[in-house]
């Protein structure tokens, strides 16, 4: 990173594969996200019910549970790929 002269910013370099990998992951969590909010709310809305209908909102709990965990895994990933790339600070 280096600052900007011209203001307070900083301006930080990525490699091109640094910032096609962080966009994927960044997709991949942003899906992840949605999906668990969906999951909930369905499961919520279920519970308004009764019989077959509540056990499928307890399912969906599960899941969205579940997929709970996949957040840090998500960001364990991207932080191992990168990690696993050139260092992109020799090109400049």
Known sequence: MQPNESSNDLIVKFGHD???IHRRYEVLSIVNDLLLA???IIGSICFFYS???QDIGTWLFLIGSCQLLIRPVIRLARSIHLQH???SSQNY
Do not use: Y
Request: net charge negative.
């Open 18 to 20: 640094e910032l096609i």
């Open 51 to 53: 019989g077959t209908i």
């Open 38 to 40: 969906l999951w909930f």
């Open 85 to 87: 790339l050139p260092d």
